[in-house]
């Protein structure tokens, strides 16, 4: 079965400019999370979508935004770009409605390096 | 915050087993212990979880101690792939959501 996808891969974007990620969950999937990784602050969560509904935000300024449709898929936008917006964004995916057990799955992440 | 505590590095050698700790003191009856780990250039991927009682999978074993206060991933014969940074996070059974707090891990280094 196939896993969490992220598209795309690799992105430069220009200060001020803004970028949509896109997430494919694994088919199934109702809950699609969002993390930003770098290597300072490490893994930070973003925000947690639940059946097109915000369920969970992070410590994010407005300019990350999120959304999902009803297929599950999701996007997130970061507006405005900043240079330290420079990060690995890892999307995941799982059944939701938390169970003790509910696995998790990660995607690859989007790499996006913000000049 | 993250509430577990990891060492920041370790070393092992190959073939051989590779305990890695996580001190967890303040965790309550609801919590779970989870592990993930994130190789080079991937996004980290589940390895192993527990309430109580010890775990094992294809992947690992978890040994909890008997307050839960402490517990222990066992990678019982490390290879090259196994290099990787290792997660221990707590997920309380009650949360019906999926924000997961990271800490900063263990990097693990296998020597050939």
């Known amino acids: 079965k196939a896993g969490v996808t992220q598209t795309p891969r690799y992105l430069i974007k220009t200060r001020g400019q803004q970028v949509t990620l896109s997430c494919s969950p694994i088919?199934?999937?109702?809950?699609v999370s969002w993390y930003q990784q770098t290597p300072g602050q490490g893994l930070q969560f973003l925000f947690e979508?639940?059946?097109?509904?915000?369920?969970n935000k992070g410590n994010f300024p407005g300019r990350f935004s999120g959304r999902q449709f009803s297929n599950s898929r999701s996007e997130m936008n970061v507006s405005t770009l900043e240079l330290g917006d420079s990060a690995l964004y890892l999307c995941a995916s799982s059944f939701g409605g938390q169970i003790s057990g509910n696995t998790i799955y990660f995607g690859e992440g989007s790499w996006l390096t913000v000049v | 915050d993250a509430k577990t505590t990891q060492p920041n590095s370790m070393e092992s050698n190959e073939e051989e087993p590779v305990h890695l700790p996580c001190n967890h003191s303040t965790i309550s009856g609801t919590d779970y212990i989870h592990w993930y780990r994130q190789l080079p250039s991937q996004g980290p991927e589940y390895v192993i979880h527990?309430?109580?009682s010890n775990v094992n999978n294809r992947m690992a074993s978890l040994a909890i101690a008997e307050d839960r206060k402490s517990s222990t991933l066992i990678l019982h014969r490390a290879t090259l792939r196994d290099a990787a940074v290792y997660y221990c996070i707590l997920r309380d059974v009650r949360n019906r959501d999926d924000k997961i707090i990271f800490g900063k891990g263990t990097r693990l280094h296998i020597l050939p």
């Open positions: 979508y639940f059946s097109e509904t915000q369920r």
């Open positions: 527990g309430l109580t």
């Open positions: 088919s199934g999937h109702r809950s």
